[in-house]
């Protein structure tokens, strides 16, 4: 599969690296959900049942919260990408019909 | 609008969890036709998209803060039930590996933002098309289409969550979901308003990469 980069994809990147730099200045106010929960008094009720590795999109405690930020964004991309592109296959590979590839 | 673990019921997650599956694995065939189709550079950048604007939060009046949820968008580009599919793929990803959104609440997320943001969207944007509200009138009222069913997007979700989060015992009903949308009414204007310029900026530079387009001829 040759991936050609023609002028559009190279805008969409460029937007995309533009977005990631601007996860850095993510807002720390809460969401909608999370206002509403403190104002009706439930927000406490929250437990953890499941540890993920990258916690609140932090790879290391120490390191900036905006290099977390950056970093979590392009990693959540790669594991996208690869999941798109994954499942993509697993489709392709269950169509009955060859001329569709 | 990611629920956290802790925060429903059993029945709830029981339910919900049943409702996102039955209706995923009902729509395999449509996504599976879709998946085929589009190319894999456009699936890809999509997913990577939604999942990078979902981590911008912009701050909202009131000590609020809002991004993206990007249901409906989705479906603009590749139909609704591949939308469907793409957000629960993105909520699962933000929650197993970054702890947003918790595991016994994935189904009930899954319903609010993928299946609802997307489905009850791309609903919404039908029968305003049908009440007049389309391209071929004028690219404006088309805007303002896009503009209203990306809104109720989030709207429709976040009611759903208020219902869940009501009938977890949380507060009452009446309480969870008169707060919940409430606040999302405005958090969805900028669903809204980002839905609406993304939409018109691929509909000049790229139009063969909007869904909604084939269904036209």
């Given at each position: 599969?040759?991936?050609r ?31 509403a929960?403190?104002?009706l ?22 390191l ?8 979590s ?12 592109v994954g499942?993509?296959r ?8 060859p001329?569709?590839? | ?12 997650i ?5 409702i ?23 699936l ?38 591949p ?9 699962t ?13 994935l ?28 391209g ?7 805007s303002l289409?896009?503009f209203?069913?990306?809104?109720f ?14 009938l ?15 606040v ?27 869904y909604?387009n084939?269904?036209?001829?």
């Amino acid at each position: 599969m040759s991936v050609r980069i023609s002028r559009n994809l190279m805008i969409v990147l460029i937007g995309l690296v533009f977005l990631i730099a601007l996860t850095a200045f993510s807002s720390a106010l809460p969401d909608g959900l999370e206002w509403a929960a403190a104002k009706l008094g439930f927000l406490s009720r929250e437990q953890e049942m499941y540890h993920a590795p990258l916690s609140d999109y932090t790879l290391h405690s120490r390191l900036p919260e905006a290099v977390n930020q950056i970093l979590s964004a392009i990693i959540g991309i790669v594991v996208l990408t690869g999941a798109m592109v994954g499942f993509q296959r697993l489709f392709r590979n269950r169509s009955r019909n060859p001329h569709e590839r | 609008m990611h629920i956290p673990d802790g925060f429903l019921t059993t029945p709830v997650i029981v339910g919900t969890y049943a409702i996102s599956g039955g209706t995923l694995w009902s729509v395999r065939k449509k996504v599976g036709e879709q998946f085929r189709e589009q190319t894999t550079v456009k699936l890809a950048m999509l997913a990577a998209f939604i999942f990078v604007a979902q981590m911008i939060n912009i701050p909202i009046s009131g000590g609020t803060s809002g991004h993206l949820l990007g249901g409906f968008l989705a479906a603009l580009f590749v139909g609704p039930y591949p939308a469907m599919f793409i957000m629960s793929l993105v909520l699962t990803v933000q929650m197993l590996i970054f702890q947003d959104g918790g595991l016994t609440a994935l189904g009930a997320n899954i319903l609010n933002m993928g299946i609802v943001g997307a489905g009850g969207g791309y609903l919404i944007f039908f029968f305003l098309k049908k009440m007049g509200l389309n391209g071929e009138r004028s690219p404006l009222m088309e805007s303002l289409a896009v503009f209203i069913a990306a809104w109720f997007s989030v709207e429709l979700g976040a009611l759903l969550c208020g219902l869940e989060l009501g009938l977890s015992g949380l507060a009452g009903v009446k309480l969870t979901v008169g707060i919940m949308g409430s606040v999302h009414a405005i958090i969805g204007l900028l669903e809204g308003v980002m839905t609406m310029f993304i939409y018109r900026a691929i509909q000049a530079l790229r139009p063969d990469l909007i869904y909604v387009n084939s269904l036209n001829r």
